[in-house]
């Protein structure tokens, strides 16, 4: 299906949730349930937790619509980072195990070696953001990853990579600095 | 707040910003940030900025679908949709009532006839659609406006798929008419040269497909049911 289509799609719904249109909030619901659910479940590793959260993520935005600006963001970047923070705010009431084991630094940009076509985000935004990821030392992307997908704290990633809390900090600052001016090149 | 390090310049604010995007603060720090976002609408929009320079590296995660429970879920926590906007023709309840009630079609045909009322001077045509004895929808078409509507009877949503709707003219392929909704009804306008096809030889059809509709103009999912338009 069409990226335009799609992202519009999901905009014009998310419009029509402030009305109270379930049917809207449905829509949302078919076209990105897949791609939040995979998000959550990375995060927090455990099916029915992650289920759990998936409820909480529609029914926030389900209160939240009317908050959702598409000037200020994508619909997508918008529903990921609901579900993001849903799932991390679940990590950090503190009943999952979490993920300790050790990161090693030198692992890629990616877990698999293509990035899979994705029907929702800009192949363009992917790239940029993959070849800005690239540029970044191997232990800043590491450190950057654990964060990102597994919604680890400063002072998980610390004990993952095995080194001080002060060091972590500051490699993830520098990360976040590079990335930064890479992105706005 | 965050430790202030010299990170060439960089406002501390901005470093921030990027710790509550990434997800990496915890406890009171976490806490103190969001209440920041409340409060700060400048510090806000750098967060959101910062998300979306994050939120392109998800496109990595696989997709997963959730089980249908998960929609249950959520459907059942939502308030009932607003009887002002509905009313009675979307009242889901109201159609899985009657559908329920048996003779669905019979019953169908009623609601249908109260729907159109007497705007209509050609007769209307009907039809039920289901398979084994189900009702999954029911169908109106009013000839006159060149408008078909169609209520869910007792279709289950499925979280990936879409219900469309084909008009199989006898003895030819089907043709879209469009996308239904699992929870209330709707009203599609018929192409113009669908209109002559339209009649009591021809036969509603639903199946299941991607969001957005069939990317092939031909049903590729599942049929999940049928009926012949019936004069009424």
Not at chain 1, 72 to 90: E, F, G, K
């Amino acid at each position: 299906m069409n990226l335009d289509a799609n992202r519009s799609l999901i905009a014009a719904s998310l419009a029509r949730i402030p009305d109270g249109d379930r049917a809207a909030l449905q829509t949302v619901y078919r076209l990105t349930s897949a791609k939040l659910f995979g998000v959550v479940l990375r995060i927090l590793n455990e099916r029915s937790e992650a289920e759990d959260v998936l409820q909480e993520v529609y029914l926030t935005v389900w209160r939240k619509a009317a908050a959702f600006d598409p000037a200020r963001a994508s619909p997508m970047t918008w529903l990921i980072t609901i579900a993001r923070n849903r799932a991390i705010d679940r990590l950090r009431a503190g009943r999952q195990v979490r993920r300790i084991e050790p990161i090693e630094a030198a692992a890629g940009v990616s877990d698999d070696a293509p990035v899979a076509e994705s029907v929702l985000q800009s192949e363009q935004e992917n790239a940029r953001l993959h070849a800005c990821l690239e540029s970044l030392a191997n232990n800043e992307r590491a450190a950057l990853r654990g964060a990102f997908f597994d919604g680890n704290t400063y002072e998980e990633l610390a004990a993952r990579m095995r080194v001080p809390l002060g060091t972590m900090k500051s490699w993830i600052r520098r990360a976040m600095i590079k990335l930064k001016s890479c992105l706005e090149q | 707040m965050s430790d202030t390090f010299d990170h060439s310049g960089v406002p501390a604010d901005e470093l921030l910003a990027a710790e509550v995007a990434l997800g990496v603060l915890s406890g009171p720090e976490r806490t103190q940030a969001e209440q920041r976002r409340l409060r700060e609408p400048a510090f806000d929009a750098m967060v959101i900025a910062w998300e979306e320079r994050l939120a392109p590296w998800a496109a990595e995660i696989d997709e997963v679908a959730p089980p249908p429970r998960v929609w249950d879920n959520i459907a059942a926590q939502l308030p009932p949709q607003a009887a002002a906007r509905g009313g009675l023709w979307q009242s889901l309840a109201f159609w899985r009532g009657l559908a329920l009630a048996g003779g669905a079609l019979a019953a169908a045909c009623l609601a249908a006839l109260v729907y159109l009322g007497t705007l209509s001077p050609a007769p209307p045509l009907v039809a039920a659609i289901g398979s084994d004895g189900r009702q999954h929808f029911v169908a109106a078409v009013d000839v006159r406006r060149g408008t078909i509507a169609v209520v869910p009877a007792s279709f289950a949503a499925d979280a990936t798929r879409v219900p469309e709707l084909w008009l199989v003219p006898s003895g030819g392929k089907p043709r879209s008419l469009g996308l239904l909704s699992a929870d209330r009804g709707v009203t599609i306008t018929i192409p113009a040269d669908l209109i002559a096809q339209t009649t009591s030889n021809a036969t509603l059809a639903v199946s299941l497909e991607p969001p957005g509709g069939s990317p092939t103009g031909q049903p590729t999912g599942p049929v999940i049911g049928s009926g012949k338009l019936t004069t009424l």
